[in-house]
């Protein structure tokens, strides 16, 4: 193989160790450059690839009715290196999958270093090279000078250094006997667009509780290092609440431009707005209300909204330190820049959320860069497998205007004919949702090499 066939792999951590990984089994020569220990973040303490900065958990193994779950699985199919290597150093967690931390990036970064097509260099990269094959996996924590040249290729607006994340509620799961759909003010060219919002009414007494429940309730901190000025635009909620009492009444949740159509005698004393967050119209995002309460006060907090309290949640909401692209503008189905194709994105940086995903979106960047080394391009990801329903959503499905990380959750998924929808049809929609991911992804795998 010529040297210029190459790939280069920023970054080992979930995804980067995964692209490589993914890479040399199908016979291509990898470089993974990995800036620790030289150059340290605030979350890391090693020098080991594959490093879980926080929690030791990948989430939920139930691969029939959970989407990480099957996410684990197509992984595993697909001999993935971060999952095997999870399960070897499981630890008793229920129906989680736990790992031993430190024995676990030790063993990645010996299977890595013991693979004859990697060869792991120590430095950091700080530009994005005109020539050859790169996989940039560099994470929640860029390097600033890398972040600084993704700023100048992209332009600044385009990459994000904190995320501010929303709720993401099923659009099922919204009691619309209560709410209704309406842009303020019917704005909007088509009846679509003057209906694009899903609105919650609120009593006086009702808000007066919900601004209650919101000052009382647990707050996450910042990590250590983790320092952060909150923007104007994307304050937390529970701060705007603190600001006063009537502040969100002004803000996110003003009543203005809306009738409500059950009630149309009736003027709200607030409303809280729902916008479509995918294409297939199956997830509604909570406008406006990113926040740092823990997850257990936000489903009982968000529950008291009228409309909501049977909600489900595909997505909490959180801030973070959180280097990430907008993909939906930037990157094309292959995951490459569009303005600079030799080089693809992948992990967290590309805009997905947590260890698993981040890990996915390695396998299918190291598989994709290795076919095109090799000259034998991989079919299209089938979007109805977890990988493929995670790679559409960031390169594609999702609200460019307001993208933000999204973790894997069957919101994603498209729906499966004759199945009941609701609650009550869960058990059986999921079970259908991941039977259908397994044989298309099953397919998908076998229309590849084997690895060399
Ligand atoms: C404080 C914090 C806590 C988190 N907690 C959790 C959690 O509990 N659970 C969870 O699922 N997710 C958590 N995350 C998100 C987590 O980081 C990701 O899920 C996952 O690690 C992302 O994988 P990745 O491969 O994209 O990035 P990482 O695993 O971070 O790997 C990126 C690698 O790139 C290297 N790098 C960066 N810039 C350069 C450069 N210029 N040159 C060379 N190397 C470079 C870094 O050193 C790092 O090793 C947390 C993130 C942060 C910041």
Not at 85 to 98: D, F, V
């Amino acid at each position: 193989m010529a040297k210029t066939d190459t790939l280069h792999i920023v970054g080992g951590g979930m995804a980067g160790s995964e692209a490589a990984w993914q890479a040399a089994n199908m016979g291509v020569s990898v470089v993974l450059h990995e800036m620790r220990p030289h150059v340290k973040t605030f979350a890391h303490r090693t020098g080991n690839m594959g490093e879980m900065v926080c929690s030791n958990s990948f989430r939920s193994d139930d691969d029939e009715q959970n989407a990480v779950g099957l996410l684990h699985w197509e992984m595993r199919t697909a001999e993935g290196l971060i999952i095997t290597t999870a399960h070897r150093h499981r630890l008793p967690a229920g129906g989680a999958l736990a790992v031993d931390r430190d024995p676990f990036s030790e063993a990645i970064t010996k299977a890595l270093t013991d693979h004859p097509n990697i060869a792991i260099s120590h430095e950091e990269v700080s530009e994005l090279p005109s020539e050859g094959q790169w996989i940039f996996a560099t994470g929640p924590l860029t390097s600033e000078n890398l972040g600084a040249a993704i700023q100048a290729e992209t332009g600044a607006d385009r990459l994000a250094f904190f995320d501010a994340l929303a709720p993401i509620v099923y659009a099922e799961s919204i009691d619309m006997d209560v709410a209704w759909r309406q842009s303020r003010y019917d704005k909007g060219e088509t009846e679509e667009e003057q209906k694009a919002y899903i609105n919650c009414p609120m009593t006086k007494p009702q808000y007066e509780a919900f601004i209650d429940a919101l000052l009382a309730a647990d707050k996450t901190e910042f990590h250590d290092g983790e320092t952060a000025t909150y923007f104007d635009g994307c304050l937390p909620i529970e701060v705007m609440a603190e600001r006063g009492r009537e502040t969100l009444r002004h803000g996110p949740m003003k009543p203005v431009g809306l009738t409500n159509p059950h009630k149309p005698e009736e003027k709200a004393y607030a409303v809280v707005q729902l916008r479509r967050d995918n294409a297939l119209g199956t997830l509604y995002n909570i406008v406006g209300f990113q926040t740092k309460m823990k997850y257990g006060a936000q489903a009982s907090v968000f529950k008291m909204i009228p409309g909501l309290e049977n909600a489900s949640f595909a997505r909490l909401g959180g801030i973070h330190r959180n280097t990430f692209l907008n993909a939906p503008t930037l990157l094309d189905a292959q995951m490459r820049l569009r303005s600079k194709p030799n080089i693809r994105f992948a992990g967290q940086v590309t805009g997905v959320e947590g260890y698993v995903e981040s890990a996915a979106m390695g396998l299918l960047a190291g598989r994709m860069a290795a076919a095109e080394i090799l000259g034998q391009p991989l079919p299209v990801v089938p979007q109805d497998t977890a990988h493929g329903a995670l790679v559409h959503h960031i390169t594609g499905g999702a609200e460019a205007k307001t993208f933000q990380p999204m973790n894997v959750n069957f919101g994603l998924f498209r729906p499966l004919d004759g199945l009941r929808g609701g609650r009550k049809g869960r058990r059986e929609r999921y079970k259908g949702y991941t039977d259908r991911a397994k044989e298309e992804w099953s397919r998908w795998l076998a229309t590849q090499k084997e690895p060399a």
